[in-house]
């Protein structure tokens, strides 16, 4: 039996008295597409920030190929935020920099790439999210939908062996949410190990491997997509599923 990729075991975080997250677990394959729902305030993007040590935990665990991350220790962290990518609701991209040059810079200044070596990957990142033409466009200059292609290039460009997607499509108009599926599709088909926090039901049920209803803080079931929206055990699962498909007129 192989050991998972990604192994998350107890991570809890208070907001003073608030309870954000109450001990959450997970272990992910490679290779596996982890879906989240639940509703607001689940737990949802705190969980993924703390998977990635963007929120400290205030306990729990994190091992990536078997080896514990100890974010104390800054090249450790460092070196662990290049295998873990992410990728955010609002692109977090720098403004004054190209399409390209958004890509490149991490190559340049994280991995210590030269320029040119860097180039090189940034245009064929940018060209295999389908943006060839639009490299020398500043983000003023792209949609939506362009803009979170870039980010997803900034990430891949990094070769990271997990990608954590922060529900990427939640600032986009809905016929701009198309383009960033269909590269989410093919990075799934390619392999690509992903965790990602959606209300696209649709798109989860196509794809994932796993779906995790998380509620208050918890995981409160998992299973195939199969399982969770059409044989939930949990009632509160059932609810939600239900609500959010005839929300989003799905499945």
Request: proline share 4%; aromatic share 6%; charged share 25%.
């Amino acid at each position: 039996m192989t050991s998972p990729i990604l192994r998350i075991e107890n991570l809890s975080k208070k907001y003073g008295q608030r309870e954000v997250l109450k001990g959450v677990s997970l272990e992910v394959e490679k290779g596996d597409l982890k879906i989240l729902i639940g509703p607001s305030g689940a737990g949802k993007s705190t969980f993924l920030h703390c998977i990635n040590f963007l929120v400290k935990p205030d306990e729990g665990h994190v091992w990536l190929d078997n080896e514990e991350i100890h974010p104390a220790r800054k090249r450790e962290l460092y070196a662990y935020r290049q295998k873990v990518g992410m990728i955010f609701q609002d692109f977090n991209l720098f403004d004054h920099l190209t399409a390209f040059e958004n890509v490149r810079i991490g190559l340049v200044k994280v991995k210590g790439i030269g320029k040119d070596a860097a180039g090189a990957r940034a245009a064929q990142e940018l060209e295999r999210v389908g943006l060839k033409e639009h490299m020398q466009k500043y983000p003023s200059q792209l949609s939506g939908g362009q803009k979170q292609r870039v980010s997803i290039a900034r990430a891949l460009a990094m070769d990271p062996e997990v990608m954590l997607l922060d529900e990427p499509t939640s600032a986009l108009d809905p016929e701009l949410i198309g383009e960033v599926h269909a590269v989410i599709r093919d990075l799934g088909k390619s392999g690509m190990t992903m965790i990602m926090a959606t209300h696209q039901i649709g798109f989860a049920s196509s794809l994932a491997s796993e779906i995790i209803f998380m509620e208050d803080g918890r995981i409160l079931e998992q299973g195939t997509p199969s399982k969770i929206f059409n044989d939930p055990d949990n009632s509160r699962t059932r609810e939600f599923c239900s609500k959010i498909t005839d929300l989003y007129g799905e499945r």
